[in-house]
């Protein structure tokens, strides 16, 4: 049992966006031809949903981007431009990506005081989405991992995936970072922590032969 995890594929991380990710539409392409030549048994996209003057937003602190904050949790906050606010158009899934009426939905970032790069859960790791709960109940083993950004929010997700217990793969050739070094650094943790790296012509030819 397998579920297509595409991670917060949205129009303020894709090209002219308040936190564009450089070359982000360039995944659009690849991650449509997963979804027209490949089925799984659960696919599910997760956004980033903020409220106003979330913790993650330099203009809530007065600082620039890129600057950083010691939360109350006493968790060091790396700050961005404000972005995915909730019901604005920046918010929303780019209307270029698939997306089918039985995709499920994974809202993060919610809560106004933590940020929450994983589609599982908050930075701090005491509050959880549905998401683990929705691929236990659905039996789901593989865990396919692609979008923005590779060194954010798909890293997180990945780790996620794998500290739960899903065999947990990179879909190299669909997901975008935002520096080199971050990139590298990324790359090289999930390869330490057992994830697979995959690329979606092997994954699409893999799935046909199956």
């Known amino acids: 049992m397998s579920c297509l995890l595409i991670i917060d594929v949205q129009n303020d991380f894709m090209k002219d966006g308040s936190l564009e990710v450089e070359k982000a539409n ?24 903020h409220p106003n003057d979330h913790i993650s937003f330099a203009s ?10 010691v939360t ?6 790396l700050l961005f431009p404000d972005h995915c606010i909730q019901d604005t158009k920046g918010s929303e899934i780019n209307k270029e990506l698939i997306v089918k009426d039985k995709d499920i939905i994974i809202n993060k970032g919610m809560d106004i005081e933590i940020d929450s790069y994983s589609a599982f859960g908050d930075n701090d790791k005491k509050s959880k989405t549905e998401l683990e709960g929705i691929l236990k109940k659905h039996s789901i083993v593989n865990v396919f991992v692609c979008g923005l950004a ?25 997901s975008k970072g935002i520096s080199k070094n971050g990139i590298d ?22 799935k046909k032969n199956q």
């Open 60 to 69: 809530t602190h007065s600082k620039k981007p890129f600057d950083s904050i």
């Open 150 to 174: 590779t060194d954010f929010c798909v890293l997180a997700s990945c780790m996620d995936s794998v500290n739960c217990g899903f065999k947990t793969y990179f879909i190299e050739d669909c």
């Open 26 to 49: 360039d995944i659009l392409e690849p991650i449509n031809n997963i979804r027209n030549n490949c089925s799984f048994d659960l696919v599910v996209l997760s956004k980033d949903w």
């Open 185 to 206: 650094q990324a790359l090289q943790k999930m390869k330490d922590n057992g994830i697979i790296f995959i690329n979606s012509s092997d994954l699409i030819q893999n």
């Open 72 to 77: 109350k949790s006493n968790y060091t906050q």
